[in-house]
């Protein structure tokens, strides 16, 4: 398998799969109060994810430093609609949390969490040769495999770009395998890109990038 560590050709490859994804991305204002937010996060989120939003739980996910428009976007896709409508990202463990909230409710706990400072996740620790494939296939890609760069969407340093790529750096390497796992099988919330790419990724790649994201700060 022939995996490149120079990312031109592979970001340029992500350039033209994520374009008509962002051009038709929402644009939907995340705004809240921040104060409000604490209070709400305090009563419904912290049990899972820590008063701060820095999860001690691997499969729960660090919310300190995302962006506040990618957490409110998820947000609103974890409920259902008032007509029935059926959740876009059904989560038996995330409805009833956002169920009694408003968008306005959502808009100020993002707000909360994207001012607070994040900490390293939690790794497997499966060794130097996965975290150096991980990094590999990060800053480069696989050409053989057509699978971009992931830093050509989520920024070399895991920073991300909202509110359709959120920030990495740093999230347990549980959840992030979880997730990449989840978009090859029946995550659909999201844009198309990162279902493409995934489906073109081996298991022992998820591992390894999701170990190398867990490293970046």
């Not at 499969?59 to 609609?81: C, D, I, S």
């Not at 800053?139 to 340093?157: D, T």
């Amino acid at each position: 398998m022939r995996i490149f560590k120079n990312s031109a050709i592979v970001f340029a490859m992500t350039l033209s799969l994520s374009a008509p994804a962002l051009a038709g991305s929402s644009t939907t204002s995340a705004e809240g109060d921040a104060e409000k937010g604490k209070e709400i996060a305090a009563g419904t989120c912290a049990g899972c994810h820590n008063p701060d939003g820095n999860s001690i739980i691997p499969t729960n996910p660090v919310l300190a430093g995302q962006h506040a428009a990618y957490t409110f976007k998820q947000l609103m896709e974890f409920k259902e609609g008032d007509d029935g409508e059926p959740a876009k990202r059904p989560n038996p463990i995330m409805a009833p949390m956002v169920a009694a909230l408003s968008p306005e409710d959502m808009r100020d706990i993002a707000a909360y969490y994207a001012q607070q400072t994040p900490q390293t996740g939690i790794s497997n620790k499966k060794g130097d040769d996965l975290l150096e494939l991980g990094e590999i296939i990060y800053r480069g890609g696989n050409l053989e495999n057509e699978v971009p760069a992931c830093a050509s969407c989520h920024s070399p340093n895991g920073n991300g770009l909202p509110p359709n790529y959120p920030r990495l750096a740093g999230q347990h390497a549980d959840y992030t395998y979880a997730q990449l796992s989840a978009f090859d099988k029946n995550r659909k919330n999201d844009n198309e890109v990162m279902r493409l790419v995934v489906s073109r990724m081996s298991a022992r790649e998820k591992r390894a990038v999701a170990e190398f994201i867990t490293s970046l700060k």
